[in-house]
């Protein structure tokens, strides 16, 4: 038997597995598997990388070398072009527009080893820096309306590299799910008046049960209404709708409880394949919106969404996130460093 639960944000229900809920220990590991080829994000093979679009680097050194600490780069097989105008046109009943859009890649660190959890606290500090230098840049163009910034890792959940980067889209228009959950926190807002988002924020400080992590300025944890198994929001405790808006100790704050996070996702499931995502408001519109609250979504891949999900938009969660969030909690994270994978699951 399981339990129903309605997100107060869209609307969605989920069901959530009480009775036989799976641990870390059940689900199915997956190898990241890799082709191996020589890396074009390394060190040394700025060359096997369309032309940067920005890097913060040694003053010294020049564009397309290296000498660099975090680079962007255009992906070289773009979902959407960056030049072009926007032709909105009808075809009978369906509304087309052409592909334009900027599709970057933002490469974390020279080291093709590292990820967010390995690196120091000012290394995860200047990657979160320079999405905010991009989508800043990105903002002043006209065209946009929406800026994704979105990270897969591991095969299974969509990378095709392995060297370390995040991935930045800008979009001529809002996509569906930010619509859908700002149009659901302006609804809350105008019969309330208070942010959805802030007043969650405070049950969960209150109830405690969900939360994984807890800083000065944000928190981590597994929502009530959780639609995958061990599934994260990192939430700022500052309310603004643009993630861009950060304080220098914001953004150290971020960089902190990303890793925690990170780190506990990969010594507690045996470092599972994720995506995250951040969800924040429109660009080129009204501004801050007292409405809407930014925050990243953390998506580890355990289970697959099978057909009840794709029949309903229902999710059937395997594991309830308050025991997620207990495990994630009680995970053993020493600071500083190199912790290997899977170390405390015995
Ligand atoms: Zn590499
Ligand atoms: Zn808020
Ligand atoms: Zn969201």
Known sequence: MGELRRDPIVGRWVIVETETPLIPEMFEKEEHRWRGNECPFCYGNEDKTPPEIEAMRDPKTKPNTPGWQVRVVPNKFPALQIEGNIDRRGLGIYDMSSGIGAHEVIIQSPYHHKEIPDLLDEEVQNIIKMCCRRAGDLKNDKRFKYILLFKNYGP????????????????????????????????????????????????????????????????AFCPFVSRFAFEIWILPKVHHSFYCDMSPAEVAGLAKILKDVLLRLRLMLADPAYNFII???????????????????I?????????????????????????????????EVKEGGNQDVGKSRD
């Open 279 to 297: 969800h924040t408001s429109p660009i080129n519109q009204d501004g801050e919106l007292s409405h809407y609250h930014w925050h990243i979504e």
């Open 299 to 331: 998506i580890p891949k355990l289970t697959r969404v099978a057909g009840f999900e794709w029949g309903t938009g229902f999710y059937i969660v395997s594991t309830p996130p308050e025991l997620a969030a207990k495990y994630l909690r009680e995970a």
């Open 156 to 219: 299974s959940a969509g990378a095709s590299l392995e060297h370390p980067h995040i991935q930045l889209i800008a979009l001529p228009m809002i996509p569906k799910n930010p619509a859908e959950e700002i149009l659901g926190a302006l609804e809350y807002f105008e019969f309330r008046e208070r942010c959805l988002f802030c007043d969650m924020l405070r049950q969960e400080m209150q109830e405690k049960t969900r939360i994984v992590a807890d800083n000065m300025y944000f928190i």
